[in-house]
């Protein structure tokens, strides 16, 4: 039983966010007065609905939060879903052009073999110096076969990760994706609300490339008047540290509702502010992907921009949360969720869970309602969600 929504849309892609706690209060996303709204489960249960996920299609899993380094437990985590297998692609799922996944028509999916992720790195002990550039590489090249590891992704606000990068790494964990919002230390504690982050969160992601968690994003969230005049300094970041720098238009999932059209700044603007720097040149990417593909006009450095309010993807959506409390998510502005904890709790199979998560799949939304005048905000943030 591999998971299709009524719209047709593979679902492939499984978030799971282990915590709602958060060590970061950055302004866009949290008041700064709430703390953890919602509990979180033991690793087990996560485990299990991963499994059973697994099972039915998914051949990615992002840990999120919260802050998921927070979370105790959370490599001897990795290691374990690291055992889990995917069912094989969809090839419907990966209909777009960046040669990842190679078909042939009515045939099973060809052998491509993995980029080995750590070549061209140099062991560098000091965590404040650059690491050289790696070789650009494409992204992981996945067969389709049924042998293929399970994609297991992290997103982090890079806080806690210079020491737990290889450890992760050695677990199983294929990538990992690092918000930070300014390149310019002072402005990024006026973003986090926490003093002293910004070299934190610098030695994870140079800690990250050493580990050979590649590719290596960084994602940045921009707001008209507080920080988009950081583009083109994350353009010259992207070329000097080896990064993927994507641009993410601010959505309405901040806890203050403080969001407006006017504080979005756009795909086109991006473009446009970073053209005075160097010019880009659009690469391609896979239809399930959430971000449009730049490098600059020399071949050094990638930009990403993901564009949801400006120029939304939901048609080519291949995502499902689950929440820290175990709850399924079927976008990020669902208004309800679904309880698969509370089915757990009951004592259903997993034949019973999968059943009960087609169910809910198959009612996953068309698409967000952003600046529409139907909008109805989502029913929890994005913290509380797990981005
Ligand atoms: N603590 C982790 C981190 O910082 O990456 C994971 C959770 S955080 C909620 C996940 C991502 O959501 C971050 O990249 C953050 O910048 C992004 N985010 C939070 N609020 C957002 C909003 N209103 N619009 C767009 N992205 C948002």
């Known amino acids: 039983m591999l998971l299709h929504d009524k719209f047709g849309r593979a679902i492939t892609d499984l978030r799971i966010s282990i915590t709602d706690r958060c060590n970061y209060k950055c302004v866009y996303c949290r008041t700064g007065n709430e703390g953890a709204l919602y509990g979180d489960l033991p690793f087990e249960d996560y485990f299990r609905m991963a499994r059973v996920l697994v099972g039915m299609g998914i ?131 006026r973003i986090t609300r926490v003093p002293g982050g910004y070299d934190h969160v610098l030695a994870g992601i140079r800690a990250a490339r050493r580990a050979g968690l590649w590719p290596l994003k960084v994602n940045c969230v921009l707001m008209r008047g507080f920080n988009e005049d950081q583009i083109i300094p994350f353009g010259m970041f992207a070329r000097e540290e080896g990064v993927t720098v994507r641009f993410i238009e601010f959505m309405p999932l901040e806890e203050g509702r403080t969001w407006a059209p006017t504080t979005v700044v756009t795909l086109d603007e991006i473009l446009a502010r970073m053209a005075e720097y160097r010019p880009l040149v659009e690469i391609p990417h896979a239809r399930s992907e959430t971000a449009r593909r730049y490098r600059f006009d020399d071949g050094v450095g990638e930009i990403g921009i993901i564009a949801p309010v400006s120029h939304p993807f939901c048609g080519h959506c291949s995502r499902i949360r689950i929440t820290s409390d175990g709850k399924i998510r079927t976008c990020l502005f669902s208004v309800w969720d679904h309880d698969l904890h509370a089915q757990m709790r009951r004592g259903a199979s997993d034949d019973e869970l999968a059943e009960f998560i087609q169910g809910v799949v198959a009612k996953k939304e068309e698409r967000h ?6 909008f109805v905000p989502a029913s929890r943030t994005m913290v509380h969600i797990g981005g």
């Open 59 to 189: 051949t990615k899993v992002r840990l999120t939060g919260g802050e998921p380094l927070l979370r105790k437990g959370v490599v001897e985590f990795v290691r374990e879903l690291a055992k889990l297998r995917p069912q094989g692609l969809k090839p419907s799922s990966y209909g777009g052009g960046n040669g990842t996944l190679r078909l042939r028509s009515g045939q099973a999916p060809e052998a491509v073999p993995f980029p080995t992720p750590t070549v061209g790195l140099k062991a560098v002990a000091d965590p404040t110096v650059a690491d050289p550039m790696p070789d650009p590489k494409p992204e992981q090249q996945r067969t389709g076969d049924f042998s293929d590891p399970l994609d297991i992704a992290l997103t982090t606000n890079g806080h806690l990760l210079a020491d737990l990068a290889q450890p992760l790494k050695d677990a199983g964990l294929t990538r990992v994706t690092v918000s930070m919002d300014a390149v310019d230390p002072d402005r990024f504690v």
């Open 369 to 374: 309602h952003i600046g529409e005048p139907d």
